[in-house]
């Protein structure tokens, strides 16, 4: 069985105090949510530390938004994947669409990025989805192909457990527009295949796809429903304690 996963990431919301308080509301609730569900959170840089410490003993897992690409030294304003770790991630997120398009984020920087979070035992939400003119032109299929082969394809099968992979239709982000089941299911399934004809079955099979792009309580458990989607990467309805939890609970 793969893991069922709903991650929220926070992006550059809320102050320490108010994230504190999210992470509170949220560890508060996770009972409520069935046993089989796994639940992260991406909180900002800064506020690591402190909630990490509320997300102790909880079984709710912590994950930064990025990491550096080097190991350490001269890189102002880079943290390291080694920091991470240090302040108690599990996770970090890499290749968000965000940080593809206003942080120049290429393929062979990620590559580098994934390695630094596995020598320093990260475990990483890869992020892949195409923009509105290349769905619109039918390319939907090649970009999210040639995104997974660049930065995942010489990974080892060992490695690829520690990789879940965050499918996130760039038109879907943060504008309310949701793929409907369909679509990402038809995705989702053509990244497994992806997966199935490099790595093989037990790679394919055991791999967590998540979705992300305006999920919401609304239509979680629609899109949760689909067959090779295994959960979601939520930005907006992460930053609610409440939807949050609802989400997590659409199984
Ligand atoms: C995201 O940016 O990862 C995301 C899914 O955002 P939203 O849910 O706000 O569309």
């Known amino acids: 069985m793969r893991k069922k996963i709903v991650a929220g990431n926070w992006k550059m919301n809320t102050t320490v105090a108010e994230g504190v308080e999210l992470a509170k509301g949220i560890v508060a609730k ?15 840089f800064t506020h690591l530390a402190s909630v990490g410490e509320v997300l102790k003993g909880s079984p709710v897992a912590l ?19 080694a920091m991470l770790k240090g302040v108690g991630c599990a996770y970090t ?32 939400i890869y992020c892949v989805g195409e923009k509105l003119d290349q769905r619109e032109m039918g390319n939907h299929f090649d970009v ?21 992979i965050a499918y996130e239709p760039v038109w879907a982000i943060g504008t309310g527009v949701t793929a409907t089941s369909a679509q990402a299911q038809e995705i989702h399934a053509f990244i497994r295949e992806t997966l199935r004809v490099h790595f093989g ?31 979601g990467l939520i930005g907006g309805a992460s930053l ?3 939807d949050f939890i609802a ?3 659409a199984w």
């Not at 938004?65 to 030294?73: I, L």
């Not at 940080?99 to 990483?124: D, I, Q």
């Not at 429903?225 to 959960?231: E, F, M, N, R």
């Open 247 to 249: 989400i997590a609970q």
């Open 144 to 164: 999210v192909s040639q995104q997974i082969s660049e930065v995942l394809f010489d990974l080892t099968p060992e490695q690829m457990k520690n990789v879940v």
């Open 240 to 242: 609610k304690a409440d």
């Open 63 to 81: 994950s930064a938004q990025d990491c550096a690409d080097q190991p350490k030294g001269a890189f102002t304003g880079e943290v390291s994947a």
């Open 201 to 231: 079955e037990k790679v394919a099979e055991e791999t967590t796809i998540l979705y992300g792009g305006s999920c919401k309580p609304s239509n979680a458990k629609e899109l949760f429903a689909c067959p090779d989607i295994d959960g």
């Open 93 to 124: 997120i890499l290749g968000h669409s965000e940080r593809r398009e206003y942080y120049g984020e290429t393929s062979p920087k990620l590559v580098k990025k994934m390695a630094m979070a596995f020598e320093n035992g990260l475990k990483v």
């Open 30 to 44: 996770v009972n409520d949510i069935s046993k089989g569900v796994s639940l992260i959170v991406a909180p900002p």
